[in-house]
């Protein structure tokens, strides 16, 4: 029960991470699936690495809003890049200063 | 005796999930390029036309339904099926994608469709028009399916056969050329160069010629040995465009 609590608070938490690590990530450049996830391994010292199926859904979550748009390239078989949209741009940098409020929100909570 | 088939269908199509071949499942882009895209859509789809077979038994057994509702009923489950398998294939086929590295890749150029879809819309207009200045010669009755033979074997009222399933029959090549530019990887050969809009192009003068004759039959103007050598003609021409598209 209590391990099924955490579960799901950790995907609550998460979900809202990744998709605006995404969006920063595309922001200096397109890329592949593939890459996107090694990039945010890196980021996050393999703290925080979704898996292929929740990328998936950010991914597919982030397009159906317009924020991310898909296109196809060629290695030895079809395979998807991601490129961020104007409005992916918009709404990233409306995200980015929202981020720094929780940041101090998230600093002031852990010294109470 | 359509819902046996089905059964037949859906458990053979379960029986070789896990081998792709060339004889029976559903087949997209993606089920060709991963084993898991295969065998995932075939699984879900091998069970689903179990399923709808038994239904089709059960109820048509049970139940007095007419024929048009039979079919009615089968177009729309087998429109969800293959809408539903589709997903599957593309969501396992991009997780599949999600966890291989890329090598060196180049960009893949989706072709525009503006020219086929005009090449392809002219037919229906051309139709459209003809119908409007003969309709007064059109029989109440039109043949709209002709056997072996050329003998007709199916009649409908003169709207009906001459002008909406004419039309739809015309709209089908178009519809599924918008489909492929915006799922380039729905059809076997995905639409990533010209061959399959080109396939799909040459596909709706053929069926714009048959329904322009199937008019001229019901006419007086052409014979019924006319529309089975245009039938002839559809299955080498179906066979050359496979041979274009598939590059042997």
């Known amino acids: 029960m209590r391990d099924e609590a955490v579960k799901k608070f950790r995907k609550e938490i998460r979900s809202g991470i990744y998709a605006y690590l995404v969006l920063k990530i595309l922001e200096s450049g397109s890329l592949h699936g593939y890459a996107i996830r090694k990039k945010i391994e890196e980021i996050t010292e393999g703290k925080f690495v979704p898996s292929e199926g929740t990328l998936y859904d950010i991914l597919k979550g982030l397009q159906k809003r317009g924020l991310v748009e898909s296109f196809w390239v060629v290695d030895v078989r079809p395979r998807k890049c991601y490129r961020i949209t104007e409005s992916g741009k918009i709404v990233l940098k409306e995200i980015e200063s929202e981020i720094e409020t929780l940041r101090e929100i998230i600093g002031r909570v852990g010294g109470l | 005796m359509i819902s046996v088939l089905l059964i037949v269908v859906g458990v053979l199509t379960y029986a070789l999930r896990n081998r792709p071949n060339p004889y029976i499942g559903v087949r997209f882009g993606y089920t060709y390029l991963s084993k898991e895209a295969w065998r995932k859509a075939n699984t879900f789809a091998g069970i689903c036309v179990t399923i709808l077979g038994l239904i089709l038994l059960i109820v048509s057994l049970t139940l007095n339904i007419s024929l048009s509702i039979f079919l009615a009923i089968l177009m729309i489950a087998l429109t969800i099926l293959v809408v539903l398998s589709y997903k599957i294939a593309k969501e396992t086929y991009e997780i599949e994608d999600l966890k291989t590295p890329t090598q060196v890749t180049k960009p893949l150029r989706i072709e525009g469709i503006k020219f086929y879809l005009i090449v392809q819309i002219v037919p229906i207009f051309l139709y459209l028009i003809l119908t409007l200045i003969l309709w007064d010669k059109i029989p109440s009755r039109v043949a709209i399916h002709f056997d072996v033979t050329g003998k007709p074997d199916y009649y409908s009222d003169k709207f009906i056969g001459a002008v909406v399933i004419s039309i ?7 519809l599924l050329t918008f489909l492929n530019y915006i799922e380039p990887m729905i059809t076997r050969f995905p639409a990533f160069g010209s061959k399959s809009f080109v396939f799909l192009t040459v596909l709706q003068f053929y069926i714009a010629l048959a329904t322009f004759l199937a008019l001229l039959y019901n006419l007086n103007i052409v014979s019924g040995k006319v529309i089975v050598a245009s039938g002839y003609a559809f299955i080498a021409i179906l066979l050359g465009l496979i041979w274009f598209v598939s590059g042997r």
């Not at chain 2, 739809?168 to 178009?174: E, K, L, N, V």
């Open chain 2, 168 to 174: 739809i029959a015309m709209c089908i090549t178009p």
